[in-house]
Nanobody, 126 residues
Framework: QVQLVESGGGLVQTGGSLRLACAASGRTFSNYAMGWFRQAPGKEREFVAAITRYGRSTHYSDSVKGRFTISRDNAKNTVYLQMNSLKPEDTAVYYC???????????????????WGQGTQVTCSS
């Protein structure tokens, strides 16, 4: 089992920044590719960003590419999402997740992610 706890959400104005963190516990953190997803009211959960086990590769959705940066610190068992130039359409609950397959490469499909945090609300006002 991997337990995940997100933090860092909040209210920000358009153009502002937030940094989300996701602290992991349980199994060896570096065994897992990690992802961030988000879910806006009335919409399906969608992929935002993912990172390989040691951070050598990352992948982003087109909607956040160039504005968001995913990173991880395996010594701290933490994955981060730096969000810059926030827009009202970024408003959502943000979830971190661990890929269920050990030593997996980056995958964007929600079904591949077995462990999920409880989510943190990000609200961007215009």
């Amino acid at each position: 089992q991997v337990q995940l706890v997100e933090s860092g959400g909040g209210l920000v104005q358009t153009g502002g920044s937030l940094r989300l963190a996701c602290a992991a516990s349980g199994r060896t953190f570096s065994n897992y590719a990690m992802g961030w997803f988000r879910q806006a009211p009335g919409k399906e959960r969608e992929f935002v960003a993912a990172i390989t086990r040691y951070g050598r590769s990352t992948h982003y959705s087109d909607s956040v590419k160039g504005r968001f940066t995913i990173s991880r610190d395996n010594a701290k068992n933490t994955v981060y999402l730096q969000m810059n130039s926030l827009k009202p359409e970024d408003t959502a609950v943000y979830y971190c997740a661990a890929d269920g397959a050990l030593r997996a490469a980056i995958r964007v499909g929600i079904s591949f992610y077995e462990y999920w945090g409880q989510g943190t609300q990000v609200t961007c006002s215009s």
